[in-house]
């Protein structure tokens, strides 16, 4: 038995392009991996704490060898309790729509949370830095626009490279895409792109 968490970076629901694929992507998972148990964090509902003074003091703490304080070990003791959430899953599953150009800033805010000495990765003088995180991940990106490689708005995109570049920092390199863009485009044309995406997303669950 596997477990499997599905972070859903979009506040739209039944309207989010990339929620939306995701959902058909889960049902399809869950008959052919019955046994999985599947757990979801929504990023809009979940309380992710700020990452104050004392958080930041404990992570330098740690990141230099000291003992953090009574008081940055307990703010720490939050910072934990989340990360090993996430860090008991297997797989992955993150639902990534696209804002200005970058990603949700709850996404981001969940990103700067779990990403933490000791926790998701270490650092050591003679290889450098090592992610700590295992498992598959299927990330869902959806764009209004279209931001092909080689194209003349290649670069506008901050969303896949900075997300991608993260899971691969904590150790996440088994990555498998889905991407529903341009979602902008006519509807006809969407909704043809979103029926032929379907069928990727299931057959994608059958393996995954």
């Known amino acids: 038995m596997s477990k499997v968490i599905y972070v859903e970076a979009s506040p739209r629901k039944s309207r989010s392009h990339s929620s939306k694929l995701a959902s058909i992507f889960i049902e399809s998972y869950k008959t052919h991996h019955p046994e999985d148990v599947i ?7 979940a309380d992710l704490p700020e990452f104050n003074d004392e958080k930041l003091n404990a992570k330098y703490s740690i990141m230099h060898g000291e003992d953090p304080s009574d008081s940055e070990k307990s703010a720490w003791k939050e910072i934990e309790s ?9 797989k992955y599953i993150f639902s990534v729509p696209m804002w200005n150009f970058g990603l949700p800033y709850v996404l981001k805010h969940y990103i700067d949370v779990i990403t933490q000495p000791g926790l998701a990765w270490s650092f050591s003088p003679e290889s450098g830095y090592s992610g700590l995180v295992k498992g598959k991940v299927l990330a869902i990106y959806a764009t209004g626009g279209a931001y092909d490689v080689g194209s003349e708005t290649e670069a506008f995109d901050l969303q896949k490279p900075a997300f991608e570049g993260w ?16 979602t902008l485009a006519a509807p006809d044309d969407v909704t043809a792109m979103e029926e032929s995406l379907a069928l990727d997303a299931k057959k994608m669950a059958e393996s995954f």
Not at 39 to 45: E, R
Not at 82 to 90: L, M, R, S, V
Request: charged share 20%; no cysteine.
């Open 39 to 45: 757990q979801t964090i929504d990023l809009w509902s």
């Open 167 to 182: 899971l691969s920092f904590i150790g996440l390199t088994d990555v498998e895409r889905l991407v529903v863009a341009p």
């Open 82 to 90: 989340i990360f090993t959430t996430f860090n008991e899953a297997d």
